[in-house]
């Protein structure tokens, strides 16, 4: 990984997630009760409860509204979750977010993977994307995982802000 990477790594505080192509694969099942599971990675689910614990914010900015999907997400620590956003209304969403926390773009990862993403990716975030993006967020990205959506990239990016910072194994240390 090149120096200036790292350094944009070190001064992460927050990560920003959509959920579907990103947290999950981007396949939906549609039930008869009119419900839409998604599927989640557990090491990435481990990867988001880590990072909440050890005091990073993380946020959820997805069009995706599920009942079941905001239960997984507040089950991991998640409290910053805005879903049901319009899919081309996810920058008026970070604008208010960062707002109302006073963090700046310099300190957020945005993960995303496709065009409702596109907005929030152009900002001074450090832009971030799975493996299997679209080609115009490819392109955009600062970081591409080498992991698909839904198969750990969500781990893979927490991972790499934690290795840079010196904090991916401390919490493990600590707890012996």
């Not at 990435?44 to 079941?68: C, K």
Request: hydrophobic share 40%; net charge negative.
């Amino acid at each position: 990984m090149d120096s200036t990477l790292t350094d944009r790594f070190r001064r992460i505080t927050t990560f920003i997630f959509d959920i579907d192509g990103v947290m999950t694969d981007g396949s939906v099942i549609a039930l008869e009760t009119g419900e839409q599971p998604r599927t989640f990675n557990v090491r990435d689910g481990y990867g988001i409860n880590r990072a909440v614990r050890l005091g990073y914010r993380v946020a959820i900015i997805s069009a995706q509204n599920q009942v079941g999907v905001r239960k997984r997400l507040e089950y991991l620590g998640v409290t910053d979750i805005f879903i049901g956003t319009s899919p081309d209304g996810k920058l008026p969403i970070f604008k208010k977010y960062l707002a109302e926390t006073g963090i700046t773009e310099d300190e957020i990862v945005f993960m995303g993977d496709d065009l409702p993403d596109y907005e929030v990716m152009q900002t001074g975030v450090l832009k971030a994307c799975p493996a299997d993006s679209v080609d115009e967020i490819l392109e955009l990205a600062d970081y591409i995982s080498s992991k698909n959506g839904g198969h750990g990239a969500v781990r893979d990016l927490i991972e790499q802000v934690m290795k840079a910072q010196g904090r991916w194994m401390t919490w493990f240390d600590q707890a012996k």
